[in-house]
């Protein structure tokens, strides 16, 4: 089941998993936006892991969706994975499953 994306809920929403639950549209924003590394921090927060953003890397952030429901071993999990230039322009988002 998706919802539309909100910012608030994103930012505050107490239950993680509402963010996996705003992927699909979130990445459809952000793919039709392109919006730049510092304009995704503003939208998605940039707080380390208060903020469930859990890597930054020089051309990329992984920001923390949530874990399959009924999962209680091993370390699978939802991320969503934003990818920029060298100048730090939006390259590509998508949604990741590693477990």
Do not use: C
């Not at 705003?22 to 936006?33: I, R």
């Not at 990818?83 to 990741?96: I, K, N, P, R, T």
């Amino acid at each position: 089941m998706q919802i539309p994306f909100n910012e608030w809920a994103w930012k505050h929403y107490p239950v993680q998993s509402i963010r996996y639950y705003m992927s699909d549209d979130l990445v459809q924003k952000l793919n039709a936006e392109k919006p730049n590394i510092e304009q995704v921090a503003e939208l998605l927060g940039d707080e380390m892991m208060g903020g469930h953003l859990i890597q930054v890397g020089d051309k990329w952030v992984t920001y923390f969706l949530g874990t399959p429901p009924f999962l209680f071993i091993g370390l699978a999990m939802y991320t969503l994975e934003i990818y920029f230039d060298e100048d730090g322009s939006f390259q590509e988002a998508a949604v990741l499953f590693s477990d």
